[in-house]
């Protein structure tokens, strides 16, 4: 098959494959250093830090999906309103899929959870993520 | 196998009312009881010609604007002309013309008096001069389409609604063109061209639009029922045909397809309407 669509695609979490994504996307970035000097005619520059951040919409569903995101970032347990320590949050696998066996793998912080309830809309949280260190695998 | 024809359609309007009370007061000087007119402080553009409007004192005490009417209230149909004054009238027909004949004789009050007046229209009426209409009832579709999936999946429940489109001749002033209607007491495009300009209360109106209207008593009749709101009203004037008229509105709340007997009235023995206490008529399904 020559061309990939979202019918293909996949995203697992620790894991566990989700079952109700609507969309996920990723962007590496490589930072680059200027060492451009005096009397140089054109730009140079060395290899900075890489970073990659993504984001991915999943439909909230009963089974379970969009939480497994939501409860990385929303503790609970509480004891008082002045209580201000809870269980502190982890990075987690992500998975995403191209197809069966091309994909890339990367531990990430979820930096954010998007949820909105509206008339006319199905109820779906919008999720962010900053990777942690290189990836763990990449197959594409 | 046989067909509708659209001889059979027509489209009914009931005129909404207003939910609170205009407050105006009239002074002895509003009164031109020669002209038989009248004049209030609020932005007239909040009634249309053809409104039934309560009149009422705030205090309760004898409203002093008709001539022989010595109750704190009363329900005429108005007539609002070019200059912004208002006469009344017992007649719907005759509010739409606006002669000074068939208006109501008032009397100028002694003081001023602090008045409100507030819209109760409470019946349908047969839209005159329409050639045709459509209305469209949609559902949303809301994309459940998941990764990996192969066919799209759509939510089930999306939000309905509905809109459609009235196409009439221009008419205006059943006087001007002689066209009699009579005791049809039927409304004009006229109406839902002014609903788009009303102030304060909007533009919205309840219509019954037959598909096929039943002779009476036949439980053969299909219409839809909705409560519309007018968003535009286009007239087309050319020197080579007849004016016409657009009017564009979508529906807001429910939108029903009823089929069924027509709604008729309950009537007295000697032809008269038989009314509830807010001066509406009783449904016989009432």
Redesign the interface.
């Known amino acids: 098959m020559a061309f990939y669509s979202?019918?293909?695609?996949?995203?697992y979490l620790d894991g566990s494959k989700i079952?109700?994504?609507?969309?996920?996307s990723l962007n590496a970035s490589q930072a680059v250093l200027e060492t451009t000097s005096l009397e140089d005619t054109d730009r140079t520059l060395i290899n900075g830090v890489r970073s990659m951040s993504g984001s991915c919409r999943v439909?909230y569903h009963s089974n379970g999906d969009a939480s497994d995101f939501i409860n990385n970032i929303i503790k609970s347990g509480a004891t008082s309103s002045e209580d201000g320590a809870a269980t502190q949050s982890t990075t987690v696998l992500f998975k995403l899929h191209v197809n069966s066996t091309k994909y890339i793998e990367v531990y990430a912080w979820i930096t954010g959870v998007s949820m909105s309830m509206a008339?006319?809309?199905?109820f779906s949280v919008d999720v962010t993520f900053e990777v942690s260190g290189h990836a763990k695998a990449e197959t594409l | 196998m046989s067909v509708y024809l659209g001889y059979t359609g027509s489209v009914e309007l009931d005129r909404d009312s207003t939910d609170t009370p205009l407050e105006t007061t009239l002074d002895p000087s509003d009164v031109n009881v020669s002209r038989r007119r009248f004049a209030v402080d609020f932005n007239v553009a909040a009634l249309v010609t053809g409104d039934k409007v309560e009149i009422a004192t705030v205090d309760g005490s004898t409203l002093q604007l008709v001539s022989g009417h010595n109750y704190p209230d009363g329900a005429w149909y108005i007539h609002i002309d070019e200059a912004g004054g208002i006469r009344l009238y017992n007649q719907f027909q005759a509010s739409l013309s606006g002669q000074q004949d068939d208006a109501v004789e008032l009397v100028a009050p002694s003081a001023a008096q602090n008045i409100t007046l507030q819209t109760k229209n409470d019946r349908y009426r047969f839209m005159a001069k329409i050639r045709d209409f459509e209305l469209t009832t949609s559902r949303d579709t809301i994309d459940l389409t998941s990764l990996g999936n192969e066919f799209r999946n759509q939510y089930e429940q999306g939000l309905i609604s509905g809109q459609g489109t009235l196409n009439c001749f221009w008419e205006s002033d059943p006087s001007i063109t002689g066209t009699g209607y009579g005791s049809s007491q039927a409304e004009f495009p006229s109406y839902l061209a002014r609903l788009v300009v009303r102030v304060q209360q909007g533009a919205d109106f309840n219509g019954r639009f037959f598909i096929f209207a039943g002779s009476v008593g036949q439980p053969e009749s299909v219409w839809y029922e909705a409560k519309c709101i007018v968003t535009n009203a286009a007239v087309s004037v050319s020197n080579e045909g007849a004016i016409e008229t657009r009017i564009d509105f979508v529906t807001s709340e429910q939108v029903v397809l009823k089929q069924g007997r027509l709604p008729a009235y309950l009537l007295q023995e000697d032809g008269e309407y038989l009314l509830q206490e807010d001066g509406s008529r009783l449904l016989q399904e009432d």
């Open positions: 979202g019918l293909d695609g996949q995203l079952g109700k994504v609507q969309n996920w439909f008339v006319g809309e199905v």
